[in-house]
């Protein structure tokens, strides 16, 4: 049996740490393999695969302003 800790839910809104508009994500897949966990994320109609490190819950405010 396989049990997975994936740090973020489907249809959790997340933002990317480098990403400097701060744009909000949705999370809408997991993709598990051989190698960890990614997270499919979605913006618009623009999809995108990160690692947990990429992704945080909250807004970082102090990117948007440099």
Do not use: C
């Amino acid at each position: 049996m396989m049990i997975i800790e994936n740090k973020f839910d489907i249809g959790q809104t997340v933002y990317l740490k480098t990403d400097v508009s701060q744009s909000p994500y949705i999370v809408t897949r997991l993709n598990i393999t051989a190698n960890g966990l990614s997270y499919g994320l979605n913006s618009g109609p623009m999809e995108s695969w990160h690692f947990d490190f990429e992704i945080s819950e909250e807004k970082n405010t102090e990117l948007i302003l440099q």
